[in-house]
């Protein structure tokens, strides 16, 4: 996209194991028309069962790295500033972060800071672009409006639901 006569304002990155639902793609573009200095929007994502996932976050730190391998409630209580997951935003919300199964970003940022780094496989690359995006002045919201069907772990063939896993890959 960066090197072809196509020039779109927008670029919607999807995984490839989701399904847009109605107006989603509406709801990303009409927020960043309406907020210039805006250059990435997210979708809110459910599951098969309609359950919300957490699809906003912060950005990871040595300390909430502690406070999330402590895995006791009453430390994540006591440090909620520290949990990289936000709670599932009601309301349009800027973040550090959003989930890389569905956002629409501005080209020009992209042409300003590149493409994803092709080194990463699967799994935060999206903190690191996101990362190179916030350095770079640019803000990222989560748009609950749009909503987007997600398999979660479906491209990696990471899905036994039925065990609570240990770690992510």
């Known amino acids: 996209i960066l090197e072809n006569d196509i020039d779109p304002e927008y670029l919607w990155v999807l995984n ?3 399904l847009i639902r109605p107006f989603a793609g509406k709801h990303l573009i009409d927020f960043l028309k309406q907020n210039q200095n ?3 929007a997210g979708s809110a994502l459910e599951n098969e069962e309609g359950i919300r996932q957490t699809s906003a976050f912060r950005f990871p730190s040595p300390s909430s790295e502690l406070v999330a391998n402590l ?3 009453c430390v ?3 440090f909620p500033h520290k949990l990289v997951s936000l709670a599932i935003p009601t309301e349009n919300l800027c973040v550090d972060w959003v989930s890389g199964a569905s956002f629409l970003i501005r080209v020009e940022c992209l042409k300003a800071i590149g493409l994803m780094d ?3 496989f699967l799994y ?4 690191d672009y996101f990362m190179s995006i916030h350095r770079a002045g640019y ?3 989560h748009i609950p409006e749009s909503l987007v069907f997600h398999v979660m772990g479906a491209s990696t063939g990471f ?3 039925t065990r609570k896993s240990n770690r992510t890959p």
Do not use: Q
Request: no cysteine; glycine share 4%; charged share 35%.
């Open 16 to 18: 490839p194991d989701t």
């Open 38 to 40: 805006v250059a990435v």
């Open 71 to 73: 895995r006791l409630g």
């Open 76 to 78: 994540d209580k006591l």
């Open 118 to 120: 092709e080194v990463y």
């Open 124 to 127: 935060y690359e999206e903190v």
């Open 139 to 141: 803000e990222i919201w």
């Open 159 to 161: 899905v036994d639901h």
